[in-house]
C-alpha cells in the first residue's frame, strides 16, 4: 500500500474483545453512578389550627434522614437516620433528641436500634448513663414509633405495601407489625403490635397498642405517604405532605420560646377541678379542657351517637355529697363519671358508676342512667372546654352547665 492508499481510504481502529469487554464495564459502572437523587419532602401535623410538629425528610436507597419538632406536649428536637431492609423494615436507627425542658442531665438523648437474627436491641444513653434492651421480635416486621413523626408511620404503611406486593392479600387484609416506642422507657415498653389494613385505592387503616382508635392514611403507588388522619383517634390530627421540606429549625425555636413563655410543659388539654355548693350538697368534677383550636366540634371532633369522654384524657370524674336529681335521674350520694352523647336532635347525658378510668374505658353496664340535656348555643364561642355547676333561685336547686366552642348544655340539679 503506498502513501497515496493510505491517505485516500478510510481509517477504522481496530479494537479487539477484550477491549470491548473493557469499555462495556466502564459503561456499565458509569450508569450505576449516576443513582436516582434524594427524595426531599416534609409533614406538618395539625391539632385545628395550632401546629404540633413538623418533619424535614431525605430518602436516598434504604436510607432515610429526618429533622423533626413536635411538641406533644412537651418540645423535642429530633435528628435520625434509618437504614431499612429490602422488607421495609427497619434495620439500624439512631436519633439524636434534644428536650430542652429535661433536667440538665437528661437533655441531650441518643437511642439507637440495631435489628438482627429476629432481635431488636435498644440502647438509650443520657447524662444519667446508657440502658441496653434486647426484645425478640418473632421474625416480624419492626418499625419505630413517635407519637407525631409521621415519617415513621410512612414507614408503617409503606412496609405494608410491600408485604401485599409479595403475598397479595387483597383490600381488606392486615400487615402485622412490631414496634419500639422511642420516647418511653424500653423496660416499662416493650415491643408493641400495630395492625395495618389495606382498604385499596390507596387508603390504608393502622391500629396499634399506644393508638386508641384507628388512624387513616391516603398512599399513593410510589408508597409515599400523602396524608394521614386521626379523626377516628384520641389525637384527631391531619398530617399533610409537603414537597417542599419546612424551616424545622425556626419552628423548634419558636416552640421552644413558647415553652418558656408558658413557664414550663403544658399538657395539650389541662386538667381542672370545679368545686361547688348547692344546698348542703358539694359538687366536684375533675375533667380535661380541651381547646376548640378553630375546629368544628358536633359531628366531626366529637362524633354524633357515640360516647364521648367529656372532655379529653382520663374520664370526667363527678361527685356528690348528697343524693341529687340530675336532669330528673335519681343520683346516690357517691362518686361518678359523666359522659355524653350526642345526636343530631339532642345530647344524652350518661351517668356511670365506674371511677378513675381513662375516657376510652366506656362500661355501658355500669350505667347508673341516662337523661337528656337542654341545648343551646353559647353567646360566644368557648375556646377551652368548661364545666360549671351554678346556683339556682334557692338552695335546693342549680345547674350543671357545659359549654365548649357554640354549644352550651345544661341539666338541672335538684337537691334531695
Not at 220 to 231: E, F, N, P, V, W
Amino acid at each position: 500500500m503506498n502513501n497515496q492508499d493510505i491517505h485516500s481510504s478510510n481509517f477504522y481502529p481496530v479494537i479487539s474483545p477484550v477491549m470491548c469487554f473493557f469499555l462495556s464495564v466502564c459503561i456499565f459502572l458509569g450508569s450505576c453512578s449516576q443513582a436516582p437523587p434524594a427524595e426531599h419532602y416534609g409533614f406538618i401535623t395539625q391539632l385545628g389550627r395550632d401546629t404540633i410538629s413538623v418533619e424535614s425528610v431525605a430518602r436516598k436507597g434504604n436510607t432515610v434522614t429526618s429533622d423533626e419538632v413536635d411538641r406533644f406536649p412537651r418540645v423535642r428536637v429530633r435528628h435520625t437516620v434509618i437504614k431499612l431492609n429490602p422488607d421495609g423494615s427497619i434495620r439500624h436507627l439512631v436519633m439524636d433528641i434534644h428536650t430542652p425542658s429535661e433536667p440538665a442531665n437528661e437533655r441531650e438523648r441518643k437511642v439507637t436500634a440495631d435489628v438482627d437474627n429476629n432481635e431488636v436491641h435498644l440502647s438509650k444513653t443520657d447524662g444519667t448513663g446508657t440502658v441496653n434492651r434486647v426484645f425478640a421480635t418473632g421474625g416480624a416486621i419492626v418499625v419505630s414509633h413517635v407519637p407525631q413523626m409521621y415519617s415513621l408511620y410512612e414507614l408503617y404503611f409503606a412496609a405494608a405495601m410491600k408485604k401485599a406486593e409479595t403475598s397479595t392479600p387483597g383490600p381488606g387484609a392486615a400487615v402485622e407489625m412490631r414496634q419500639f416506642y422511642i420516647d418511653r422507657e424500653f423496660d416499662k415498653f416493650p415491643l408493641g403490635n400495630a395492625s395495618v389494613t389495606l382498604e385499596g385505592g390507596g387508603k390504608m387503616d393502622i391500629t396499634h397498642d399506644w393508638l386508641s382508635g384507628t388512624g387513616e392514611a391516603i398512599m399513593d403507588s410510589s408508597q409515599h405517604m400523602l396524608s394521614y388522619s386521626g379523626a377516628r383517634t384520641t389525637y384527631k390530627v391531619e398530617v399533610r405532605r409537603l414537597a417542599t421540606p419546612p424551616d424545622v429549625k425556626s419552628f423548634a425555636a419558636r416552640f421552644e420560646t413558647e415553652e418558656q413563655k408558658a413557664g414550663g410543659v403544658k399538657q395539650l388539654s389541662v386538667r381542672d377541678t370545679v368545686r361547688a355548693q348547692i344546698g348542703n350538697a358539694m359538687f366536684t368534677v375533675d375533667y380535661g379542657r380541651p381547646l376548640l383550636r378553630g375546629r368544628t366540634l358536633l359531628g366531626d371532633v366529637i362524633p354524633y351517637d357515640r360516647v364521648w369522654r367529656t372532655g379529653a384524657n382520663a374520664a370526667t370524674q363527678f361527685t356528690t355529697s348528697a343524693p341529687i336529681k340530675l336532669a330528673g335521674m335519681l343520683v346516690p350520694t357517691g362518686a361518678y363519671t359523666l359522659w355524653t352523647i350526642p345526636h343530631t336532635g339532642g345530647v344524652d347525658l350518661v351517668v356511670n358508676k365506674q371511677t378513675g378510668q381513662w375516657g376510652t374505658e366506656y362500661n355501658a353496664s355500669r350505667n347508673l342512667g341516662v337523661a337528656r340535656f337542654t341545648t343551646q348555643s353559647a353567646a360566644t364561642p368557648v375556646e377551652k372546654f368548661t364545666i360549671s355547676i351554678v346556683s339556682g333561685t334557692d338552695p335546693r336547686h342549680g345547674m350543671l352547665v357545659m359549654e365548649w366552642g357554640s354549644f352550651r348544655w345544661t341539666a338541672p340539679i335538684e337537691v334531695q
